[in-house]
């Protein structure tokens, strides 16, 4: 039996998924919205999480860390992603917090049952139609650190509170956006941001 933990914050979306994917066999699945995921985690130790990586939490930056956090007893859940071709910055981000599993957001469910199977044997699974999302996502210039800063700045998040969400110092994320500004060849703040949103970094 593979215990699976399915991460959406879209309720009727996450409700409806849940109970499609609990009539596969072999499947035990439990749902919850992004808050309180973490806290799912540790209380279920799942074998693996599915996450749609549209977070309304947060500003729109999903916290992947908390779903394979250390010391969860044995080896950490692994890793499947929902996402979007035309989000290339989100499908770094999770690359890098060591995703296993990338399934296209408009394919067939029948796509994350098969994502599920796979990353439970610790395979790797990726959606074919997501191969140019990550020809652009290797292109990216930021690192997932910069991404998260920026992010949270195009929500309109002030630098105190970019430092509070991501636990930096202020001057850390001034830092950070003075690099994000020089690498995306911005003029300034707004200006980044600008760019990143038209190249979907954001």
């Not at 779903?67 to 929902?82: F, I």
């Not at 910055?89 to 296209?104: N, W």
């Not at 969400?165 to 994000?180: D, E, F, P």
């Not at 980044?192 to 949103?197: L, P």
Request: with cysteine.
């Amino acid at each position: 039996m593979i215990r699976v933990l399915l991460v959406h914050d879209a309720c009727l979306v996450r409700s409806v998924l849940a109970e499609w994917l609990r009539r596969e066999p072999g499947l035990d699945v439990e749902d919850t919205p992004w808050r309180g995921a973490g806290a799912r985690v540790r209380s279920l130790c799942p074998d693996v999480c599915a996450a749609d990586l549209d977070c309304a939490e947060g500003n729109g930056v999903p916290p992947l860390a908390e779903l394979c956090p250390p010391g969860t007893g044995g080896r950490p859940p692994a890793l499947v992603v929902l996402a979007h071709a035309s989000r290339p910055g989100l499908l770094k981000r999770a690359a890098e917090a060591g995703a296993l599993g990338f399934v296209d957001k408009g394919g067939s469910p029948d796509r994350l049952v098969r994502a599920i199977r796979s990353v439970a044997e610790r395979e790797r699974f990726v959606d074919a139609s997501l191969g140019f999302g990550f020809l652009r996502a290797a292109q990216i210039p930021l690192t997932r650190r910069e991404l998260s800063v920026l992010s949270l700045a195009a929500g309109g998040a002030s630098i105190a509170e970019i430092a509070g969400s991501l636990h930096l110092s202020h001057g850390t994320v001034r830092n950070y956006m003075a690099s994000i500004t020089r690498k995306t060849g911005a003029r300034n703040r707004v200006d980044a941001i600008r760019i990143s949103r038209g190249e979907g970094w954001v």
